[in-house]
């Protein structure tokens, strides 16, 4: 849904995982991909983070669109005789009070229009999809309840994922930046003070596993500003003293999908 709404009249292919889209992107098979990277009310979306930071592409736009979650199910299907859920385990996360309410069992399943395909094909009527709208119309299955998800404001961030010599990079009013930093008294606090003493405003920090050293983390940051100015240039330079290691993997503008 994103994809199309950023993209209206361009191809858009579907891949089975994160990993798969990204590497569409690395083996040039597709331009971009379109993945997200936070949601308002489940958080981060670990699996993206860890791609930006491993891999060599980059963020050239960030897009924000509300999320409604619907239930889903066959012709025949009522919410009271509803017994088990799927769906992909944020859009679960995001519906959790709605599904514990109606005393739904729920599975996981890889992505929310994959849940959906599974209804449709079991015909059963008992059995339900946490899906949107448009996934609906695809598989011919009808609204079975509207809007159940936890929060009123759930909004998912998109990151436009591309390679580094895009035309889009360098072009931005955001970035993000992933580093590392020794295991020392003070190494995170110095890096993030030289984020603000150059005039950039840190929105967000999270830190993943490296994988390389047990306990040993990496850190991904969001600011605002533009990075290839002389203070973002500047920045760079003083990071790279104090850090293990640090890299660009942003430089983009930020939008609203309506």
Not at 94 to 103: D, L, S
Not at 203 to 219: A, E, H, T
Request: charged letters at 25%; a negative charge; aromatic letters at 10%.
């Amino acid at each position: 849904i994103a994809a199309n709404r950023i993209f209206p009249n361009e191809k858009i292919v579907s891949y089975k995982s994160f990993y798969g889209a990204y590497e569409a992107v690395v083996k040039k098979e597709c331009d971009y991909c379109i993945l997200p990277i936070e949601n308002s009310y489940a958080g981060d979306v670990s699996q993206v983070l860890d791609l930006l930071y491993f891999g060599e592409l980059s963020i050239v736009g960030v897009y924000e669109m509300r999320i409604v979650h619907y239930l889903l199910g066959n012709s025949g299907c009522v919410r009271e005789n509803v017994t088990k859920v799927i769906s992909h385990p944020q859009a679960l996360d995001q519906c959790n009070k709605y599904i514990n309410k109606m005393h739904f069992e729920s599975e996981v399943v890889s992505n929310t229009a994959f849940a959906a395909r599974e209804v449709a094909l079991s015909n059963n009527d008992t059995f339900a999809a946490i899906s949107s709208r448009e996934t609906a119309k695809l598989y011919n299955l009808k609204i079975v309840d509207e809007d159940i998800g936890d929060s009123d404001d759930n909004t998912t961030r998109f990151a436009l994922i591309a390679n580094a010599s895009s035309e889009m990079f360098n072009k931005g009013q955001a970035f993000s930046i992933v580093f590392t930093v020794a295991n020392e008294a003070g190494s995170l606090a110095k890096a993030i003070s030289i984020i603000g003493d150059r005039g950039f405003n840190m929105k967000s920090i999270r830190s993943r596993p490296s994988k390389k050293v047990p306990w040993n983390y990496y850190f991904y940051v969001e600011a605002e500003g533009d990075i290839s100015t002389e203070h973002g240039k500047l920045m760079m330079k003083e990071l790279d003293m104090c850090c293990n290691n640090v890299r660009i993997i942003g430089n983009y503008t930020e939008d609203i999908i309506i």
